[in-house]
């Protein structure tokens, strides 16, 4: 019994080991900046976006200075994702 | 009782290949995990804790199912987990936050939020039959010994 269940033990191991290993992104787009296109032109992303569910690029990355966008990420494009305006701020920026 | 005997061992496989690749698939990608992690709808301030107890837990419970003294612990604790993410899945897809972020995790962020809620329904069932069996593994293991104690008395 031993001997299965440390066989069964170590299959599973392994498995898992070389599943994450491979399917690790070889390489990561996300370490270049990235931007997101607002329907004209391509603009830098806020410091705390979020890509929200969805089929489409969320962000692009530029390897040639901005010659040309490759698609990074995929979702839709949320500049502040779950940003909450506390009441005091509301109000704060209404009276102005 | 050989044959839940082998069941057991294959429930706790599945439980650790799970476990193992959904943790090793966050450290390998780190910062896209930490990413994900701040876009999901929870307090911004949980995200550094959350990025490390995550995985961590999820190591520490493959670690307690493969010995059998720990094993039982090692159920409940992926039931506990398995059960928390699940309710955290009905949340999201009952729109319950005011965003739907996406879902995280190596092959598995390729899942929809739909099928991450069946995916993580069967690893709580399988849970669910792996502490069954343990729990009546040990009761067995208990009387028998009793029995052979009372025997020699």
């Known amino acids: 019994m031993k001997r299965i269940k440390w066989s069964i033990m170590s299959l599973a191991i392994i498995f898992s080991l070389c599943a994450a290993f491979a399917t690790k992104p070889h390489w990561d787009c996300t370490t270049l900046p990235q931007y997101y296109f607002n329907g004209s032109v391509y603009l830098p992303v806020t410091q705390f976006y979020g890509c929200m569910q969805g089929i489409t690029t969320c962000t692009y990355y530029t390897n040639n200075g901005g010659i040309t966008y490759a698609p990074c990420t995929v979702g839709t494009y949320d500049g502040c994702a779950g940003c909450v305006v506390s009441p005091s701020q509301s109000n704060s920026n209404s009276g102005h | ?119 993580n329904l069967s690893f709580v069932a399988l849970s669910i039959v792996g502490v069954i069996f343990q729990r009546r593994k040990r009761f067995t293991q208990i009387t028998f010994k009793n029995q052979i104690k009372n025997s020699f008395v």
């Open chain 2, 1 to 119: 009782m050989f044959k839940r005997q082998v069941m057991l061992e294959c429930i706790s496989a599945l439980l650790i290949l799970l476990f193992v690749y959904a943790s090793l698939s966050k450290f390998l990608d780190f910062s896209t995990f930490y990413r994900e992690m701040h876009n999901q709808p929870l307090p911004k301030s949980w995200t550094p804790f959350l990025v490390w107890i995550i995985p961590c837990s999820e190591i520490a419970i493959s670690v307690s199912l493969i010995f059998e003294r720990t094993r039982l612990l090692g159920f409940y604790g992926s039931l506990i987990v398995m059960g928390l993410f699940t309710i955290y899945t009905g949340v999201i897809l009952m729109h319950f936050f005011p965003y739907v972020p996406c879902s995280c995790g190596g092959v598995i962020k390729r899942l929809t939020w739909t099928q991450h809620l069946i995916l």
